[in-house]
């Protein structure tokens, strides 16, 4: 059974950082390629950055392009989103999503795996 399990969300002011993590068990992760996606409340569920599975590609949403980075150890089956300059309309559901592949995808659709979800909250 595949697990994705997501932490590091939490409370932080405008312009200050949070690094999420995404532990997860169950599938060849050095095989997958990952994603992160966010939920605003009363929005749908949006793209924020994907990472292939060795590492080498990585794409991101334009709103987070040169703030985030995502980022992988194969070693610890663990995906990193590294957020800087955080920002109100930031604040979301983060969700860690694997895919059966191992090209990166910008579509939620393309994701079989999910994570429960981290909160982050960026207060002004």
């Known amino acids: 059974q595949v697990q994705l399990v997501e932490s590091g969300g939490g409370l932080v002011q405008a312009g200050g950082s949070l690094r999420l993590s995404c532990a997860a068990s169950?599938?060849?992760?050095?095989?997958?390629?990952m994603g992160w996606f966010r939920q605003a409340p009363g929005k749908e569920r949006t793209f924020v950055a994907t990472?292939?599975?060795?590492?080498?590609?990585?794409y991101y949403a334009d709103s987070v392009k040169g703030r985030f980075t995502i980022s992988r150890d194969n070693a610890k089956n663990t995906v990193y989103l590294q957020m800087n300059s955080l920002q109100p309309e930031d604040t979301a559901v983060y969700y860690c999503?694997?895919?059966?592949?191992?090209?990166?995808?910008?579509?939620?659709?393309?994701?079989?795996?999910w994570g429960q979800g981290t909160q982050v909250t960026v207060s002004s």
């Open positions: 999503a694997g895919r059966s592949t191992r090209w990166a995808s910008g579509q939620t659709h393309d994701y079989d795996y």
């Open positions: 990472i292939s599975w060795t590492g080498g590609g990585t």
């Open positions: 169950g599938l060849t992760f050095s095989s997958n390629a």
